[in-house]
T-cell receptor
Framework: GAGVSQTPSNKVTEKGKYVELRCDPISGHTALYWYRQSLGQGPEFLIYFQGTGAADDSGLPNDRFFAVRPEGSVSTLKIQRTERGDSAVYLC??????????????FGPGTRLTVL | KQEVTQIPAALSVPEGENLVLNCSFTDSAIYNLQWFRQDPGKGLTSLLLIQSSQREQTSGRLNASLDKSSGRSTLYIAASQPGDSATYLCAGPIRDYKLSFGAGTTVTVRA
């Protein structure tokens, strides 16, 4: 079946602009996660959705970052007033429930964001 | 906060040799331990998940062990092939869903 998809695959923007990154999880997965991966590092957790609600947004670096999942499937990560330090690969993952120790997270290919 | 360390950062081996990748974590209250593969410019592919009550998992040429008491996991790849060249990451959540990743080990298998 279809895996996690993310659009766009690449996004180049100018400092100060607003960007939206989209994630389509695997159908039927109630849990959705956003991570950010800087060059040479492992991904870092940003936010976790259980259904439509953000159950944990403790990884969002500041209030310029916001994410929504209004219907419990597709999610959008929104970044306002982008800064060069926001440049990274933004990864989305989904899992069946997020509530059990055997719950594997399946990752999308990521969106590479470059802020000039 | 869970700290995850992977050693070595890079590894180069001739084809056919067995690979041993190490992962250590600071919080033994780990919920599970996952190993991922990442190809250049790509997302992560889950290879193996070891639940906290388990000691190892196997899939084909891959075997992963988990020792919570010592805070270590090891991924073994038998009879390596050039197609195994990638970055391998381990990740472990504490008690729940929030994965804490190591920086990865970049493997090159020479033909």
């Amino acid at each position: 079946g279809a895996g996690v998809s993310q659009t766009p695959s690449n996004k180049v923007t100018e400092k100060g602009k607003y960007v939206e990154l989209r994630c389509d999880p695997i159908s039927g997965h109630t849990a959705l996660y956003w991570y950010r991966q800087s060059l040479g590092q492992g991904p870092e957790f940003l936010i976790y959705f259980q259904g439509t609600g953000a159950a944990d947004d403790s990884g969002l670096p500041n209030d310029r970052f916001f994410a929504v999942r209004p219907e419990g499937s597709v999610s959008t990560l929104k970044i306002q007033r982008t800064e060069r330090g926001d440049s990274a690969v933004y990864l989305c993952a989904s899992s069946l429930s997020g509530l059990t120790s055997g719950d594997t997270q399946y990752f999308g290919p990521g969106t590479r964001l470059t802020v000039l | 906060k869970q700290e995850v360390t992977q050693i070595p950062a890079a590894l180069s081996v001739p084809e056919g040799e067995n690979l041993v990748l190490n992962c250590s974590f600071t919080d033994s209250a780990i919920y599970n331990l996952q190993w991922f593969r990442q190809d250049p410019g790509k997302g992560l592919t889950s290879l193996l998940l070891i639940q906290s009550s388990q000691r190892e998992q196997t899939s084909g040429r891959l075997n992963a062990s988990l020792d919570k008491s010592s805070g270590r996991s090891t991924l073994y790849i038998a009879a390596s092939q050039p197609g195994d060249s990638a970055t391998y990451l381990c990740a472990g959540p504490i008690r729940d869903y929030k994965l804490s990743f190591g920086a990865g080990t970049t493997v090159t298998v020479r033909a």
